[in-house]
């Protein structure tokens, strides 16, 4: 930035965590006061204000979807597995479905947060914390089946690498054993990583917080942060590492979920191209899915100016790469099935455009994951909010049917006509599916109620980066080409 001093980071620094009632020392900063008074006031106003209806009344409904779930869980538990729909030789039905389709859902957060941070990508700033806390949230959803799916859940610790000397002899070659660690690994990393990145924040909302229940709550989780410069160094340091550790990660945990089905010799699941496959399905996913939370939020909370318009374009330019890359592979696996000659591989991938689901490969595979993002390549799709909630939307469904297709498409129909069957869901199977959204929903509005979505001590650092149109709604500044000009 023109005329900017070095030490601008620091000050904005320990302005991030500083109660917006203390003075700022006089130094010669490109923003002014005002705009620090801006943010702060704009992202823990959201927090601080009165409830307002609508959280409630959404509240209510995610809770009421959320308590029909655990209900079908307890009912399915209590009677047995026979509640779903699974027979011979369908197994795994929708239960390791919603398993992957969650964990995928989780990858985008710990993308953004990470892999961008790494890559020193400032937009990333404006979504990072909300897509953080949905990974959570996405995880937890997604341990809820594979302990349920066994049948006798309180065998489920089977599951876990439990020592040999306990003579279970878990079997450590199976990549169900592998998921375990990965995802208990990558969910463990992900709330450190969560909430260290809001400390500075809690900080902020301590100082500010008017009732002493606040101001002791949100002094806990804060940690004693001060926002001195000993404190922003160690900050600053754990964040980085943090963001080295999560990185593989996000390569790995859904790699190793797509070991579950690499691994095994059933038709259209052996084969290699499923790790980097999974991988991008999953970042693909995840981006909608924080498309879908950030734009009703962004109208709600007004948050034009945080959450601009540059920030929709690049995360659709994003799902457009993974789709891409998602329906390369796609066609992909169709060359191989031909080209290898085996006659069980040519009959699945026949069976799965002409058998009985095929609408779910022609409506979710085709359609939603790989035309309906190629709108993005024009730039007027990207800039409508209504056309990339429409491709979001499309996406999330898509995804589904993806994991659906794989999963059932490649039990229903086998090596022996004999033992050919067909998979159809039960109240259960869908109710229980419904209800983890309310799970979902309801962990989401929570947080939004009470954490500031967006980290405001970031922000502060990139403002001067934003969108010249949306820099400072209450000041018409100008942006030259070198950065903000002084008034």
């Known amino acids: 930035m023109d005329g900017a001093p070095t030490t601008a980071p620091d000050v904005i620094r320990a302005e991030a965590s500083a109660s917006v009632t203390q003075p700022l020392a006089r130094v010669p900063l490109v923003l002014n006061k005002r705009n620090f008074d801006w943010v702060t006031n704009r992202i823990a106003g959201a927090v601080e204000g009165g409830t307002p209806r609508w959280w409630w009344v959404s509240f209510a409904i995610t809770v009421m979807i959320a308590g029909f779930g655990l209900f079908c869980l307890g009912y399915q538990i209590s009677t047995g597995v026979g509640t779903w729909g699974l027979n011979h030789p369908?197994?795994?039905?929708?239960?390791?479905?919603?398993?992957?389709?969650?964990?995928?859902?989780?990858?985008?957060?710990?993308?953004?947060?990470?892999?961008?941070?790494?890559?020193?990508?400032?937009?990333?700033?404006?979504?990072?914390?909300s897509a953080e806390a949905m990974t959570l949230f996405a995880v937890i959803c997604a341990a809820i089946f594979p302990g349920v799916h066994v049948g006798r859940v309180w065998m489920a610790w089977f599951l876990a690498p439990v020592p040999n000397q306990?003579?279970?002899?878990?079997?450590?070659?199976?990549?169900?054993?592998?998921?375990?660690?990965?995802?208990?690994?990558?969910?463990?990393?992900?709330?450190?990583?969560?909430?260290?990145?809001?400390?500075?924040?809690?900080?902020?909302?301590?100082?500010?917080?008017?009732?002493?229940?606040?101001k002791f709550l949100y002094g806990i989780f804060a940690l004693g942060w001060r926002g001195s410069n000993r404190n922003w160094r160690h900050y600053?340091?754990?964040?980085?590492?943090?963001?080295?550790?999560?990185?593989?990660?996000?390569?790995?945990?859904?790699?190793?979920?797509?070991?579950?089905?690499?691994?095994?010799?059933?038709?259209?699941?052996?084969?290699?191209?499923?790790?980097?496959?999974?991988?991008?399905?999953?970042?693909?996913?995840?981006?909608?899915?924080?498309?879908?939370?950030?734009?009703?939020?962004?109208?709600?909370?007004?948050?034009?100016?945080?959450?601009?318009?540059?920030?929709?374009?690049?995360?659709?330019?994003?799902?457009?790469?993974?789709?891409?890359?998602?329906?390369?592979a796609y066609m992909m696996e169709f060359f191989i099935a031909w080209y290898s000659g085996n006659q069980y591989e040519k009959f699945a991938f026949y069976n799965r455009i002409f058998g009985p689901y095929w609408?779910?490969?022609?409506?979710?595979?085709?359609?939603?994951?790989?035309?309906?993002?190629?709108?993005?390549?024009?730039?007027?799709?990207?800039?409508?909010?209504?056309?990339?909630?429409?491709?979001?939307?499309?996406?999330?469904?898509?995804?589904?049917?993806?994991?659906?297709?794989?999963?059932?498409?490649?039990l229903h129909r086998d090596f022996?006509?004999?033992?050919?069957?067909?998979?159809?869901?039960?109240?259960?199977?869908?109710?229980?599916?419904?209800?983890?959204?309310?799970?979902f929903l309801s962990l989401f509005l929570l947080f939004i109620r009470f954490l500031p979505m967006i980290a405001m001590s970031e922000i502060k650092i990139v403002l001067p980066e934003a969108d010249a149109h949306y820099a400072t709604p209450e000041e018409h500044h100008t942006v030259a080409a070198g950065g903000m000009e002084r008034r």
């Open 90 to 129: 369908i197994g795994w039905a929708w239960d390791i479905t919603n398993f992957v389709f969650w964990i995928g859902i989780g990858h985008a957060g710990t993308l953004i947060s990470a892999i961008l941070f790494l890559l020193r990508q400032k937009w990333r700033t404006s979504i990072n914390r």
């Open 166 to 214: 306990y003579a279970i002899w878990p079997n450590f070659r199976s990549p169900l054993l592998w998921d375990v660690f990965a995802v208990s690994t990558y969910f463990s990393v992900s709330v450190l990583f969560w909430y260290t990145g809001l400390i500075p924040d809690l900080g902020t909302l301590r100082d500010r917080a008017t009732s002493k229940i606040k």
């Open 236 to 328: 600053e340091m754990a964040y980085l590492l943090l963001a080295g550790l999560s990185t593989p990660l996000v390569l790995s945990v859904h790699s190793v979920v797509s070991f579950d089905f690499a691994t095994s010799i059933v038709p259209t699941w052996h084969t290699t191209i499923f790790p980097p496959y999974f991988v991008a399905g999953a970042i693909f996913g995840g981006f909608a899915m924080v498309l879908t939370l950030m734009i009703p939020a962004r109208a709600i909370f007004k948050l034009q100016d945080i959450i601009t318009p540059q920030h929709i374009d690049k995360m659709a330019k994003i799902i457009l790469l993974t789709g891409s890359i998602v329906g390369y």
């Open 359 to 410: 609408w779910y490969w022609w409506v979710g595979m085709l359609f939603c994951n790989t035309l309906s993002p190629q709108l993005f390549w024009f730039k007027w799709c990207r800039q409508n909010i209504f056309v990339v909630y429409f491709v979001c939307m499309c996406v999330n469904a898509g995804m589904w049917f993806e994991r659906f297709i794989i999963i059932v498409g490649g």
């Open 416 to 439: 022996l006509p004999s033992s050919w069957g067909f998979f159809t869901p039960t109240w259960v199977d869908i109710w229980t599916f419904v209800g983890t959204f309310g799970i």
